[in-house]
């Protein structure tokens, strides 16, 4: 076990060996996203690293995505019907791809010039399936938008650096991602089995024993939810993703994986019954609920203020730390519904909707 790595820590073992020249291809499924494919297939065409093949997979748009995309002198695949979920959409074109490396990217997502090349050192090791990056919304706006810029931020930073240093990142972040094209195929391609083939595909590669790598350098910046309801839609969807895919993979097959998930589940799930606890078996509840806030308050400052000064955003960090505060409780509020949904009354989500 890297030690070092549980606390977030570079692992000192790991190091930027030169790389040899791959054969890329970017896959963008997109459905209605005639207001960003033409940015995203910019930043994807300004890479620093050269791009054989860019591909959007236009998933039956009733608007100008086709048009636009293809104006841009790229791929363009229009499938026959709606795929009804972006793994279905991805999976459409799998057959065409015969690069090195696949990157996958949401239609409105943009990419910074060295994203993809800063992904490049991690296939060094050739049981590297996946390498994902660091995000930042797009629009820092709206309380929701500011919320979510902070939990990147902290998450990023500490848990998938300590997801990545022990060897079991939960997620290769479906917004952006490069993969071995290899091993894509072996495991199947992307699965529909849950709504989130991005987590389904992250569990599948390390239960067979492949290695998911974070990159802290690789930005990529989403157009995040700027309102409550598009933000409650999108996150519910996460959450119930969380515990369709825990009912689907045999954990067991790889511990650190199983560690980490059982040990958020275990968590979120008790922190209700230890408020309960502390609120009626502590004589100074509000002094130790107060007290327990400025803690995290002061954890989650230093915490993004330094992440803040390494991504050049210090102004922006400090200006939204509030944020992430207010919409803790919303998060909290949607992971139960999820586990009621999904877990107690049975009731599936199976419908994809769009983070936007």
Known sequence: MNW??????????????PFRKYTITVVIPAYNEEKSIVNTIESIKNQSVAIDSIIVVD??????????AASQGVRVVRTDKNQ??????????????ETDLMVTIDADTVLHKDAILNTLPYFNDELTASVCGFVIPQRISTLWERGRFIEYMLGLSIFKSAQ???????????CFSVFRTKHVKDMGGFQA???????????????????IQYA?????????????????SQVERWYRSFFQNISVHQLRKNIKLGGFIYWYLLDSLTAPLIALIAYFYTSHFLAVFFGAILIDLLIVSIVCSITGMRIKMLRETLLSIWAFFI???FNFCLFWKAFWKEWIVKERLMVWEKGH
């Open 164 to 174: 990545m240093n022990a060897g079991a990142i939960i997620v290769s972040s479906g």
């Open 327 to 329: 919409i803790r409780p």
């Open 84 to 97: 009804g979920t972006k793994a279905m959409a991805q999976n459409y074109v799998i057959d065409m791809i």
């Open 193 to 211: 089995r849950t709504m989130a083939e991005d987590m389904d595909l992250t569990w599948e590669f390390l239960i067979h024993g492949y290695h």
């Open 59 to 68: 998933d039956c748009s009733t608007d100008r995505t086709s048009e636009l």
């Open 4 to 17: 070092r790595g549980l606390f977030g820590l570079k692992n000192k073992e790991f190091t930027y060996h």
């Open 216 to 232: 802290p350098n690789s930005y990529c910046y989403p157009i995040d939810p700027p309102t409550y309801k598009i933000f409650k």
